[in-house]
């Protein structure tokens, strides 16, 4: 049997099934708590990623993670961890650090992350020491293990430390 059926019959089979899954795809795709762009979560640590240059961080140098926030109670809240405990970081060497943070830092409420460098002298006779940062790559970690990157850089190098000027460099957050 032959049945002929006109194009309004497909157009509205057509446009149900379309606006079904149009109405599906909204659904998925709706940010919900579980997003790290939700301003409200919960950040637990962060992990820093550097890339060291053609210039070394010498052994007894030390490079600190400094991240700074707004407590829920509005104080402004600074906290530092020391990333390499005067350890050498080869040229060319790429390292991973997790930094903890306090409890209720808020992702919204983040401010501002730094590395900053104390140059380090093994030796008496050793003059000062340089760093070249190649790349960082700092992401937050939230409470449900999902991650956001917050900060990325890289360059040839991005930054060069000195021991006695550049020894700071921020990014606001």
Known sequence: MNTTRTPNTYSRRFVAALSATLALAMLV????????????????????????????????????????????????????????????????????????????????????FAIRFQSGQSNPFETGDNWNLNDIRVSVVLDDGTETVVVQDSGNPYHRFKSDVNTRRAWAL
């Open 29 to 112: 795709m709706t940010p919900g708590q579980a997003h790290a762009v939700d301003g409200d979560r919960l950040v637990t640590h962060l992990r820093i990623r550097i890339i060291t240059g053609s210039d070394d961080l010498r052994q007894a140098s030390n490079a600190f993670a400094e991240f700074s926030y707004t407590a829920l109670d509005g104080r402004y809240v600074s906290v530092s961890q020391n990333m390499n405990y005067g350890a050498n970081w080869p040229n060319g060497s790429t390292r991973t650090v997790e930094m903890e943070l306090p409890a209720n830092v808020l992702y919204k409420n983040m401010n501002e």
